[in-house]
């Protein structure tokens, strides 16, 4: 008789991890559904028709089940993790995508390389907000640091609302390392982008630049600060004292 391995315990279940396969992973997901939550993300994520995630579907797992979710099944390969991007679950994309992470975080440089080129052969499937701030800094900045970033500027000028947002956060992993100019190459590339979600993401990463060099974000909204939208610079001064903030939001 075989004995477990080692068990967690989510929301009152406990999974064990014995021989763990795309299959169990299914099977987990369905034990741990909650349909109240589901709906609520239906909302959330803007689900309805003509709003950004529209068609997508939800099961109503929380990040914390997810991420131990992903934690159990670390080990599964491109051909299992590709099911998961190719799921019309959100839950199950988003547990490939961490997987992924976990997997870039733990492989040798040519690991690192199969999946950052898995990941853009994928990009299609990075198609909502947090799947997107949960995986472009992680794996795609992260492999571009030192190495050419042309990818991101290819990135920052698609069609593609999600593929833009990949290319401003992507930047996120330079910044933790005191690196801002390829962040405000992008920032200035989606400078006049019509995307609320792009404007948060954009005005977010110029505020992580100030956090770590405030001058470099001062000299960046002296320059384009009147011709921002005010969403974006709302968020990029979020943290200025307020008569700072007043002064900006006053001359945009």
Not at 17 to 41: E, F, G, Q, V
Not at 60 to 85: P, V
Not at 124 to 151: C, E, F, H, M, Q
């Amino acid at each position: 008789m075989w004995k477990p391995i080692k068990s967690h315990l989510i929301s009152g279940l406990s999974i064990i991890t014995y021989n763990p396969s795309l299959k169990s992973l299914t099977k987990d997901i369905k034990k741990l559904a909650d349909p109240k939550r589901a709906t609520s993300s239906q909302w959330f994520f803007k689900t309805g028709k003509g709003q950004y995630g529209y068609g997508d579907q939800f099961v109503g797992l929380n990040s914390a089940t997810q991420r131990l979710l992903a934690k159990k099944y670390s080990h599964l390969g491109f051909r299992e993790i590709e099911t998961l991007l190719k799921s019309k679950i959100h839950e199950e994309r988003q547990i490939g995508f961490l997987i992924l992470v976990i997997q870039f975080n733990r492989g040798e440089q040519s690991q690192k390389t199969r999946i950052y080129k898995f990941y853009l052969d994928h990009i299609d499937r990075v198609n909502n907000w947090d799947l997107v701030d949960l995986s472009a800094d992680k794996i795609l900045g992260a492999y571009l640091l030192g190495k050419p970033t042309g990818i991101l500027n290819k990135l920052a000028r698609s069609q593609n609302l999600w593929e833009r947002r990949v290319a401003i956060i992507a930047t996120y992993h330079f910044i933790k390392q005191n690196q801002f100019a390829k962040t405000l190459e992008i920032a200035e590339i989606l400078l006049q982008d019509k995307h609320d979600l792009i404007h948060k993401a954009v005005g977010w990463m110029l505020r992580e630049v100030g956090n770590r060099s405030l001058p470099t974000e001062i000299k960046f909204l002296k320059k384009h600060y009147k011709i921002m939208p005010r969403t974006m610079l709302r968020y990029a001064i979020e943290k200025f004292p307020e008569k700072q903030r007043k002064f900006y939001m006053a001359k945009n």
